[in-house]
């Protein structure tokens, strides 16, 4: 069983459009991060949001916290084939210190 | 500061063999969490290690098991190697142990079993 669910799956988009990322659970998280991972890398952490309804901008990416801290999103605004990449939902269960990871999105912004 | 690093970063074996790898955190980090990926499962948490003692451990089978050094440096042992295990194994070092501790993740050892 998924505790974290990740849609869509693959995304792949022209440089300039925007995109969104769900990551989706029926459980509560005490934080959610968001990671970015390119091939031969290990994941690399962008951000962390741990308020319910908490926004966090980072460059052109912002990142929500859903109210009920079940779910979070990563929009992007006019991506480049830079931010190309697996990007990855991960949290702690509220009493848990195992960081649980979404499926993962695969990400590919065309020239 | 120098990264987490692993060791050796491809690997491949037979089945029914074992195998060991090695992660060195970065230098101050008490924690070093282990972690599986394949394109079937995504990324799932192995176990994690702080001051030397198991903290948590994934469901994962007796098989897979690991160890922490005084000097924070981890090793995780696989046993009686199956098809299954191929996969890529990342070592993730945190100052601290917790969900308020940012991990840094190593680039992995690639694990192939024939």
């Known amino acids: 069983t998924q505790l974290l669910e990740q849609s869509p799956q693959f995304l792949s988009i022209q440089e300039g459009e925007n995109l969104t990322v769900y990551c989706n659970s029926s459980?509560?998280?005490?934080?959610l991060q968001w990671y970015r991972q390119e091939p031969g890398e290990g994941p690399v952490l962008l951000v962390t949001?741990?308020?319910?309804?908490e926004v966090k901008k980072l460059k052109r990416l912002t990142f929500q916290f859903g109210d009920a801290r079940k779910d979070s999103s990563l929009h992007i605004t006019a991506a480049q084939p830079g931010d190309t990449g697996l990007y990855l939902c991960?949290?702690?269960?509220?009493?848990?210190?195992?960081?649980?990871f979404g499926s993962g999105t695969r990400l590919l912004v065309r020239p | 500061k120098a990264g987490v690093t692993q060791t050796p970063r491809y690997l491949i074996k037979t089945r029914g063999q074992q195998v060991t790898l090695s992660c060195s955190p970065i230098?101050?980090?008490?924690?070093v969490s282990w972690y599986q990926q394949t394109p079937g499962q995504g990324l799932q948490f192995l176990f994690e290690?702080?001051?030397?003692?198991?903290?948590n451990k994934g469901n994962f089978p007796g098989r897979f098991s690991g160890r922490q050094f005084s000097n924070s440096r981890s090793e995780m042992n696989v046993s009686t190697l199956e098809l299954g295990d191929s996969a890529l194994y990342l070592c993730?070092?945190?100052f601290g142990s917790g969900g308020d501790n940012e991990q840094f993740f190593g680039p992995g050892t690639r694990l192939t079993v024939l």
């Open positions: 993730a070092s945190s």
């Open positions: 949001v741990v308020t319910g309804g």
């Open positions: 991960a949290g702690f269960p509220y009493s848990s210190y195992k960081l649980i």
């Open positions: 290690y702080f001051s030397e003692t198991q903290r």
């Open positions: 230098s101050g980090h008490r924690s």
């Open positions: 459980s509560v998280f005490s934080s």
